[in-house]
């Protein structure tokens, strides 16, 4: 009878871990000395300090926003990344769904680099795993989502990477930057990513967005409907015409 209760745990046990779900967050922090965008204040634009960044430690940036105001996540402790690169990292659980949730801020002076991670992660490679309690979470390839947040570098720069063949299993990916659609579909195409979520024009690209598509995409929501999402959190915040905020954010190919 003992025997027959521990199977049944262990069965419960591993079919919980099963359901985990993660999701990989590439921040390249905003920089008015590194990267092709029209200045911000400095405090909001240097790349090498994360704490006041725009796409960071500012009111609306992942790790603010994701801290303070996206009720829905809690901050789980993390140990340092090794990549000099990444000058801070947060881990996040979602409090009903289990789903945990990886960003990391990259120096805003190596935005290719984070860029590049990102697309190979897009196409399964550069795995990343960080532990929870005794918990393995795959991250990076090993994500079930990736989405990157920042300037478009692809707009100053390109990328000439090997992609593996990726015809079975095809990641999820978010790109909130500027024209992102435009600008990353040639190598999401190459990388065998399926775009949950991408823009069509120029854009904030802060937390209420990712956020409000995470929501979705948690709740296996169609293109369609975390696009509305999307739309309807960039209405809320930039105070800007629905019409507008719904032909910025577009699904799939």
Known sequence: MRFVLFALLLIIGLSSKAQIRTAHVYVALCDNEHQGIVPVPATLGNGKDPVTNLYWGAAYGVKSYFRTRAQSWEIVDVP??????????????????????????????????????????????????VEDHGLSLSFGGGADVLAYVGHDGLMDFGVDLQYHSNETEKKDVMILACCSMRYFAPEIQKAGANPVLWTTHLMAPEAYALEAALDGWIKNESGTLIEERAAQAYHKYQNCAINGARNLFVSGF
């Open 80 to 129: 340092e990344s090794n990549d000099p690169f990444i000058l801070e990292r947060m881990l996040f659980r979602h409090k009903s769904d289990s789903v945990y949730l990886l960003a990391e801020a990259y120096d805003g002076e190596q935005i290719q680099d984070c860029i590049e991670d990102f697309l190979l992660a897009s196409n399964g490679q550069r795995p990343v795993v």
